[in-house]
Every structure is written in C-alpha cells, then in structure tokens.
C-alpha cells in the first residue's frame, strides 16, 4: 500500500514552515537529514530542498521524521 503524501495548498504551506522552523532552531539541512537517517527516515537533499519550496508533496512519516527531528510540533508545521 502507498503512504499517505501531504500535499501543499494555498493555506498551509508545509515547506516553508519546515524551512523556517529548521533556520529558527539553526539548524542545517544536512544536520537535519542526518538526524532523519538516524531514525530511518531516508531521504536525499533534492528531496529536502523541493519539500521546502513547495515542489514535491511530502509524505506523511517525512513529516513525522521532521517533526520529531526539529522537536516541534505538527501545529508549527501545518500551520
């Protein structure tokens, strides 16, 4: 079965609160992708940066991973 993706529309915008979020915490995006191999969430650069501009959906344990990496809240990020 497929996992759940999480798509951006134009009242919550996941990937800007993820890159915001991620530079409030000064946190690097390699910092934050080895944090989400750590806890078995793979998932590349490229992935990262289109997830952050808004132009590849996210999948729903990514944003969990990323959540729990940047230790925040899916309010922060759905918001």
């Known amino acids: ?3 759940q993706k999480i798509k951006h529309d134009d009242f919550i915008h ?7 979020t991620r530079i409030e915490k000064n946190i690097k ?4 992708l080895r944090r989400l191999q750590y ?6 650069r490229e992935c990262l940066v289109k997830i952050e ?8 344990s990514q944003l ?3 959540r ?3 230790g925040t809240t899916y309010d922060e990020l759905l918001k």
């Not at 996941?14 to 915001?20: A, Q, T």
């Not at 995006?29 to 934050?32: A, I, P, R, T």
């Not at 501009?53 to 729903?60: L, T, V, W």
């Open 53 to 60: 501009g808004e132009r590849q959906h996210i999948q729903a």
């Open 39 to 44: 806890s078995g969430i793979q998932m590349t």
């Open 14 to 20: 996941i990937g800007n609160n993820i890159k915001s």
């Open 64 to 66: 969990r991973g990323i």
């Open 68 to 70: 729990d990496a940047l």
């Open 29 to 32: 995006q390699k910092e934050l």
């Open 1 to 3: 079965m497929e996992e």
